[in-house]
């Protein structure tokens, strides 16, 4: 079955400072992907859609200069979290897939900003 | 507006027993439902898919059922274990739309 990977699982980092997330579909090519936020004990919470060779699309809302998307290739999206607060410490999931077959989603990275 | 709603919004059972979960949503125009298991800490891992045309799917003691005329679903689990302990999100989506109706998920706790 389709497989995403998610990394890092857990990230801890300072306030101000930037971090990464990654996203691979690893056993099929995803020309969209998705990015959700979830707060303790709700529900995910769509972000942007990531779009293969071209921008993101934001959700209303959402900061597109605090949250960079980038989707490079067919099997890669990133989000940055660019200067980061406290209020930023969340679980970030992506997905990917299709309506036909299903939305794959990552195992989540925990985000801690100190 | 496309909205899902889950009950109970969490529940305790014994280890061994059964547990029913529901699921009511207005997405239109429907095209599918997805039951997902989210344990604590972890992204959601796909438990069942339907379409409209499908009123049952089981995945080993996972049991979903669809009424697509009542717009409910069902998630039933059998002979509860503890490893069943986790939130059960109820996902659909519509036919004009490619994003997804999240519900806010039932939390099931199951105790030795």
């Known amino acids: 079955g389709a497989v995403v990977s998610q990394h890092p699982s857990r990230v801890i980092c300072k306030s101000g400072t930037s971090v990464k997330i990654e996203c691979r579909s690893l056993d099929f090519q995803a020309t969209t992907m998705f990015w959700y936020r979830q707060f303790p004990k709700k529900s995910l919470m769509l972000m942007a859609t990531s779009n293969e060779g071209s921008k993101a699309t934001y959700e209303q809302g959402v900061e597109k200069d605090k949250f960079l998307i980038n989707h490079a290739s067919l099997t890669l999206s990133t989000l940055t979290v660019t200067s980061a607060h406290p209020e930023d410490s969340s679980f970030y999931i992506c997905?990917?897939?299709?309506?036909?077959?299903?939305?794959?989603f990552g195992s989540g990275t925990r985000l801690t900003v100190v | 507006k496309n909205q899902v709603e889950q009950s109970p919004q969490s529940l305790i059972i014994l280890e061994g027993k059964n547990c029913t979960l529901q699921?009511?949503?207005?997405?239109?125009?429907?095209?599918?439902l997805r039951w997902y298991k989210q344990d604590t800490g972890r992204g959601p891992v796909s438990l069942t898919i339907m379409t409209f045309s499908e009123n049952t799917k089981s995945n080993g003691r996972y049991t979903a059922t669809l009424d697509a005329d009542t717009k409910q679903s069902s998630l039933h689990i059998t002979a509860s274990q503890l490893s069943d302990s986790a939130s059960y999100i109820c996902?659909?989506?519509?036919?004009?739309?490619?994003?997804?109706?999240f519900g806010a998920g039932t939390t099931v706790t199951v105790r030795a």
């Open positions: 996902v659909v989506s519509a036919t004009n739309d490619y994003k997804l109706s």
């Open positions: 699921c009511n949503y207005t997405v239109s125009p429907f095209s599918n």
């Open positions: 997905s990917a897939g299709g309506q036909n077959y299903g939305y794959t």
